[in-house]
């Protein structure tokens, strides 16, 4: 079992910024890949960005340059820097891990997941 809340959420207007962190508890073996995903009313949840058990980082072309995952093994906290935030950035953003990387970045189907934090840009 795994359990992984979120905190960092806000409102901030656009051109700001946000820094997302989400800590892990539970079998850690699970969290070795974790990421961090959004979905906004009536759309399809998204990947954001993801970073493997090597440390190797992905992100989707709409975040690149302006969203830093990083994560801290020794406080088993993920976090997603984001910068110069836009409006359509505003969503619910969720943290997932799996141990199985295909299943997370992949096929976007990771097995645990976050309650998320709401993200809201005002232009």
């Known amino acids: 079992q795994v359990h992984l809340v979120e905190s960092g959420g806000g409102s901030v207007q656009a051109g700001g910024s946000l820094r997302l962190a989400c800590v892990a508890s539970?079998?850690?073996?699970?969290?070795?890949?974790m990421g961090w995903f959004r979905q906004t009313p009536g759309k399809e949840r998204e990947r954001v960005a993801a970073?493997?058990?090597?440390?190797?980082?992905y992100y989707i072309d709409a975040v690149k340059g302006r969203f830093a995952i990083s994560k801290d093994n020794a406080k088993n906290t993920l976090y997603l820097q984001m910068n110069n935030l836009e409006f359509e950035d505003s969503a619910m953003y969720y943290c997932?891990?799996?141990?199985?990387?295909?299943?997370?970045?992949?096929?976007?189907?990771?097995?645990?997941w976050g309650q998320g934090t709401q993200v809201t840009v005002s232009s």
């Open positions: 997932a891990a799996d141990s199985r990387w295909f299943h997370l970045w992949d096929a976007e189907v990771p097995i645990w």
């Open positions: 970073i493997d058990t090597d440390g190797r980082k």
């Open positions: 539970g079998d850690t073996y699970d969290t070795s890949n």
